[in-house]
């Protein structure tokens, strides 16, 4: 699981650093919201956000994620108990505010509960495979098939969007991590992907953007 962690005091963010990559967890840890808002669409699973840091506040930071990112759970965690800010955070799209101070395994559990992907493979057309944690392509003979870091980025972004159109401005501040790119570029993207993958894996959609083909279990 990779997570990102905006916290401005230094031991807490250690102990929740040490806590979480002992069970094996990629921790990006920031201290200013600016620089975490630079860095919010790099494939994390989940985001753990103080509400109090310089630059970009909590609260800021995630509501502008949810303009282009609806699903990846969120937990803010404050020492701010004001009924008026607790209510805004979920209206922002929170999906869990934790009060501080708060026990670190309290901390653990709600990021199993709201983030840990029970399955970590997606099952493709043509018995291919991608593992989400491992991110790695798999054919019908379980042989890997390579894929460039674009690539990889775009499979996060489909694993996170199952049964949804992505389009094409998600895939720009996504797959480009924010950096502006044209749809002709997109395209192409796609198009190389599509020639690792069997027919129909990937489909259009009216212009609009892609979804991902899977096998329904």
Not at 76 to 91: G, H, M, Q, R
Not at 141 to 151: G, N, R, Y
């Amino acid at each position: 699981m990779k997570i990102l962690l905006l916290e401005d005091n230094k031991r807490l963010s250690n102990l929740i650093i040490e806590t979480l990559e002992e069970k094996g967890y990629k921790v990006d840890w920031f201290e200013d919201g600016k620089l975490a808002l630079e860095s919010i669409y790099n494939g994390y699973d989940c985001f753990v956000l103080d509400i109090n840091v310089p630059g970009i506040d909590g609260l800021s930071l995630l509501k502008e994620l949810r303009v282009m990112d609806d699903k990846t759970p969120a937990i803010i965690i404050s020492a701010n108990v004001e009924l008026e800010t607790i209510k805004d955070a979920y209206v922002k799209g929170c999906d869990e505010y934790m009060k501080k101070p708060f026990y670190i395994y309290e901390l653990e559990l709600k990021l199993d509960k709201l983030c840990k992907k029970d399955d970590n493979n997606l099952a493709l057309l043509g018995d291919f495979t991608y593992d989400i944690k491992k991110e790695k392509l798999f054919d019908d003979k379980k042989d890997e098939v390579k894929l460039a870091k674009k690539e990889i980025l775009l499979f996060n972004l489909f694993s996170k969007n199952i049964e949804k159109v992505i389009t094409f401005e998600q895939i720009e501040q996504y797959v480009w991590e924010g950096d502006l790119t044209t749809n002709e570029n997109i395209r192409a993207l796609i198009k190389r992907l599509r020639k690792k993958l069997p027919d129909e894996t990937i489909l259009s959609q009216g212009g609009m953007g892609y979804i991902l083909n899977i096998i329904k279990k």
